[in-house]
């Protein structure tokens, strides 16, 4: 059963860190685009990040470039997005998602899955940032 877990959310001031954990299981991190969202109340759930094949470099949203960094350890089968500089603003739910395959996502030449690809959602945890 393909299952996705998302914890490290929490409660931080305006210029502190988390680090967010995605845990998977019934498939390999390290074979998926493994995608990061978030959304907030009364707002539509927007895209941060994803995963890319080992030979490419991630991809961000802009609204996080530079803030936000996401890994993998394919080891405990988990991706992370570690969020510094937080901001108001990045108080959401975030999600982690499963898309597409990286040998499909190269078969069709693009490196970023389309929202509608991403197949499997974590619950989600929330973060909330203070002022």
């Known amino acids: 059963e393909v299952q996705l877990v998302e914890s490290g959310g929490g409660f931080v001031q305006a210029g502190g860190s988390l680090r967010l954990s995605c845990t998977a299981s019934?498939?390999?991190?390290?074979?998926?685009?493994i995608g990061w969202f978030r959304q907030a109340p009364g707002k539509e759930r927007d895209w941060i990040s994803c995963?890319?094949?080992?030979?490419?470099?991630?991809y961000y949203a802009d609204f996080v470039k530079g803030r936000f960094t996401i890994s993998s350890d394919n080891a405990k089968n988990t991706v992370y997005l570690q969020m510094n500089s937080l901001k108001p603003e990045d108080t959401a739910v975030y999600f982690c998602?499963?898309?597409?395959?990286?040998?499909?996502?190269?078969?069709?030449?693009?490196?970023?899955?389309?929202?509608?690809?991403?197949?499997?959602w974590g619950q989600g945890t929330q973060v909330t940032v203070s002022s």
């Open positions: 995963t890319s094949s080992s030979d490419n470099t991630p």
């Open positions: 998602a499963r898309g597409p395959t990286f040998e499909i996502l190269a078969l069709g030449g693009v490196g970023v899955p389309e929202n509608g690809e991403y197949d499997y």
């Open positions: 019934g498939f390999t991190v390290d074979d998926y685009a």
